[in-house]
C-alpha cells in the first residue's frame, strides 16, 4: 500500500487522508444510531463506496467532504432504523445493543493477530452505555438521529433538518421528545467507585451460587434481560423481581462447569464476562441506582460478541 511518504502517493487521492480521518466520527456516530458495532460498520463502508461512486469532479465540487460523509451515513441509519422493526419481529427473543469492550482490549490483538486500530472503533461515554442505548432503542427513528446528532455530535438544528428531511422546528422538538425520554429514564447517578463496588459483589455472589447474597444486591423489581438471538440458549423473555433473577443466575452458572467470570468494562462501565476455556459467552452489562442493581443485561448473541474475541483472552 502507498504511503504518502512515497512518491505519487499525493497524486493517487490528495484528499484520500482528509476523507479516511473522518472514519472514526462516522463508526461513533453509526454505533450510537444503531446499537451494533457490525451494521455500524457496513453503514461506513457504504458511505465511502458512494463517495468513490462519484467523479474526481463531483467529489472537489462537495465544499465539505466531512459533512457530505456524515449526512449519507446519517440518512443510511435512519433508512436502517425503519426497517429495524421489521426485522425485531423476526429476532428471537429479546433484542439488546451489541455491547462493546474497554479500549484497550481491543488495541491488544492475540499474538499473530491484526492490531485492531484504535481510530476505527467507538470512543466510550455516557453516550453508549447499555441503559442509555436501549432507551436510544425505544425512540422512533426521526428521534433517534435528531438527538445524537444535535445533543451528541453538536449539529445545528439546520443541519439536522437537511439530513432527516424535517423543519429546523420538527427537528428541536424530536430532540426534545428524545432528551425527557431519557431524563425519564435515568435513575440518580451512583458514583463509579461504589458502581464497581457493586457489580464485584454480583461477581463473588455469583460464583459462589449464593442466592441471598444476590437477592440483596438486587432491587426488589430488578429485571434481567438475556439476548441469544437465537443462536444459543437464552431467557426468551424479561425475568424481573430480584429472587427470579437471582435464582436464574445461580441455574446458569450450575448449567456451565468451568465458567469463569471476569470483572470488566461494558459500554464503559463495571461489567462482567462469562467464558469458559477462553471463549466469551455472555457479556453483562448493569443498571445501578442508589446501592443496588435494577437492570441486567446479558449478551449472549455469539455475532455480538465479536468485539470480545479481539484481545489477549488466552
Not at 174 to 196: C, D, E, K
Not at 267 to 291: H, I, K, S, Y
Request: aromatic content about 6%; glycine content about 8%.
Amino acid at each position: 500500500m502507498t504511503t504518502p511518504s512515497e512518491p505519487g502517493a499525493d497524486r493517487l487521492d490528495p484528499g484520500l487522508s482528509a476523507i479516511m480521518s473522518e472514519r472514526r466520527q462516522l463508526i461513533n456516530l453509526a454505533y450510537r444510531l444503531l446499537g451494533s458495532l457490525a451494521d455500524a460498520e457496513d453503514v461506513v463502508q457504504e458511505t465511502y463506496a458512494r463517495w468513490y461512486a462519484m467523479s474526481r469532479q463531483q467529489q472537489e465540487a462537495i465544499e465539505s467532504p466531512g459533512g457530505w460523509l456524515t449526512k449519507v451515513a446519517s440518512r443510511i441509519c435512519l433508512d436502517l432504523l425503519g426497517s429495524a422493526r421489521a426485522r425485531r419481529e423476526r429476532y428471537v427473543g429479546e433484542w439488546i445493543p451489541e455491547p462493546l469492550p474497554e479500549r484497550t482490549e481491543w488495541i491488544n490483538a492475540r499474538p499473530g493477530g491484526t492490531t485492531v486500530d484504535p481510530a476505527d472503533r467507538v470512543t466510550l461515554d455516557e453516550s453508549v452505555n447499555m441503559a442509555f442505548l436501549v432507551v436510544l432503542d425505544s425512540m422512533t427513528p426521526a428521534e433517534r438521529v435528531a438527538f445524537i446528532l444535535h445533543d451528541v455530535f453538536q449539529y445545528s438544528f439546520a443541519e439536522v433538518a437537511e439530513i432527516i428531511g424535517r423543519t429546523p422546528a420538527a427537528c428541536r422538538q424530536l430532540a426534545w421528545s428524545a432528551r425527557r425520554r431519557i431524563g425519564a429514564s435515568q435513575a440518580p447517578a451512583t458514583p463509579a467507585a461504589q458502581r464497581a463496588g457493586i457489580v464485584k459483589d454480583f461477581k463473588q455472589a455469583w460464583e459462589a451460587k449464593d442466592i441471598n447474597a444476590l437477592i440483596g444486591l438486587l432491587d426488589p423489581d430488578a429485571t434481567m434481560i438475556a439476548d441469544g438471538g437465537g443462536l444459543v440458549s437464552a431467557a426468551l423473555r424479561p425475568i424481573e423481581g430480584s429472587e427470579r433473577v437471582a435464582r436464574y443466575m445461580v441455574d446458569i452458572a450450575g448449567r456451565v462447569p468451568g465458567l469463569t467470570i471476569l470483572e470488566r468494562t461494558v459500554n464503559g462501565q463495571p461489567g462482567l464476562v462469562a467464558e469458559r476455556d477462553g471463549v466469551v459467552l455472555t457479556v453483562a452489562a448493569f443498571d445501578v441506582a442508589g446501592d443496588r442493581i435494577m437492570r441486567i443485561w446479558a449478551v449472549r448473541n455469539p455475532e455480538k460478541l465479536r468485539p470480545w474475541t479481539v484481545g489477549p483472552q488466552h
